[in-house]
T-cell receptor
Framework: GENVEQHPSTLSVQEGDSAVIKCTYSDSASNYFPWYKQELGKRPQLIID?????GEKKDQRIAVTLNKTAKHFSLHITETQPEDSAVYFCAASDGDKIIFGKGTRLHILP | DTAVSQTPKYLVTQMGNDKSIKCEQN?????MYWYKQDSKKFLKIMFSYNNKELIINETVPNRFSPKSPDKAHLNLHINSLELGDSAVYFC???????????FGPGTRLTVL
């Protein structure tokens, strides 16, 4: 079955710097890769997603890249702000099952 | 106009009790899910329910049972609660199976 590995588990960056979170997946049938942000005490919410026919997608300060050959995808946050502090989850879906990574706790340092 | 709602928000109960958590979605989605989030924040899918087909994560004890009275509701019933069941339980829905997940606000279950 699908396995999704996410790194790092914790990440601290200075405000204004960039943050990168990486995920790998094992099932080549996976074709949908969403990223969720979970603020403290809140529900996870989708921030960006990418499908397997696209290599990169950007939405303001957030971008996701996908390398299907290597089976990995990454979340990039530029010009980080205090409100970016949260837990981020990657996920991979084959249209039948969706599997989440174990999450990355991102701290934005003042 | 809440999309996915759950009740109760907090649930504190004794070991051995039976409890239920209710979930409703008004998005018209065909698939609903239950997730467990433990103290380490890992999100584990427990069940998905799509067009009356139940897909169970094999690691879920049979003390947990989802019940769907209709397409907009998927309730979670837990028998003989154990200390290890303490966690936050999230309901979610999606338009297509394993598509974008819309999460409810969560239910924090504490078993004493």
């Amino acid at each position: 079955g699908e396995n999704v590995e996410q790194h790092p588990s914790t990440l601290s960056v200075q405000e204004g710097d960039s943050a990168v979170i990486k995920c790998t997946y094992s099932d080549s049938a996976s074709n949908y890769f969403p990223w969720y942000k979970q603020e403290l005490g809140k529900r996870p919410q989708l921030i960006i997603d990418i499908r397997s026919n696209v290599g990169e997608k950007k939405d303001q300060r957030i971008a996701v890249t996908l390398n299907k050959t290597a089976k990995h995808f990454s979340l990039h946050i530029t010009e980080t702000q205090p409100e970016d502090s949260a837990v981020y989850f990657c996920a991979a879906s084959d249209g039948d099952k969706i599997i989440f990574g174990k999450g990355t706790r991102l701290h934005i340092l003042p | 106009d809440t999309a996915v709602s759950q009740t109760p928000k907090y649930l504190v109960t004794q070991m051995g009790n039976d409890k239920s958590i209710k979930c409703e979605q008004n998005l018209g989605h065909d698939t609903m899910y239950w997730y467990k989030q433990d103290s380490k924040k890992f999100l584990k899918i427990m069940f998905s329910y799509n067009n009356k087909e139940l897909i169970i994560n094999e690691t879920v004890p049979n003390r947990f049972s989802p019940k769907s009275p209709d397409k907009a509701h998927l309730n979670l019933h837990i028998n003989s609660l154990e200390l290890g069941d303490s966690a936050v339980y999230f309901c979610a829905s999606s338009q297509v199976l394993a598509g974008e997940q819309f999460f409810g606000p969560g239910t924090r279950l504490t078993v004493l």
